[in-house]
């Protein structure tokens, strides 16, 4: 159900301040959980949504290293906040704040993720969206997509190595 053959309309869709879009998903990504807020966002219904993998909502402008990051992050165990721009069912667009964690059961053992996302400061959207692009060049500029994933992972390990924080601080100073 990845909707790569949706047409990008170039319309933003916002939510409120108050609204949290949560949604949880299985190991593999797909969608075990969404909200109202998820649901009327992304312009799906439940009954479309369910068992879903969650790149239905992957935004071709969104760098594939930084997908890489919040899995690689929460597969190990730990949390990662990100700015993240969605596509809707439509081809609109929006751009969250995500809070994403693993779940885990009784045993320690990771069974499922839950993301939280908050409506983003703008400020914070464009300086995210000015390194998204930076990013997106790196992988554009390779003919082999996974060789462009990993030259923009590498890139942006260096710049946070460069400014010596983790990516989650990086993206509270935006």
Request: some cysteine.
């Amino acid at each position: 159900m990845a909707r790569s053959d949706v047409h990008l309309t170039g319309v933003e869709r916002t939510f409120g301040r108050d609204e949290i879009i949560v949604s949880k998903t299985d190991l593999k990504g797909r969608i075990i959980y969404a909200n109202e807020v998820f649901l009327s966002i992304a312009g799906y219904s439940e009954r479309e949504i369910l068992g879903q993998p969650h790149n239905a909502i992957r935004h071709p402008a969104m760098p594939r290293c930084v997908f890489k990051l919040l899995w690689d992050t929460i597969q190990s165990g730990s949390e990662i906040f990100a700015y993240v721009l969605n596509r809707a069912k439509n081809g609109d667009h929006y751009w969250v704040l995500a809070h994403v964690t693993p779940t885990f059961d009784g045993q320690g053992n990771i069974v499922s993720y839950h993301s939280n996302r908050r409506s983003p400061k703008r400020e914070s959207v464009a300086k995210a969206e000015a390194l998204y692009n930076e990013l997106l060049a790196i992988e554009a500029a390779h003919e082999d997509r996974k060789q462009g994933m990993e030259a923009s992972f590498k890139a942006l390990v260096d710049k946070l190595q460069a400014l010596g924080v983790p990516y989650d601080e990086f993206v509270f100073a935006l």
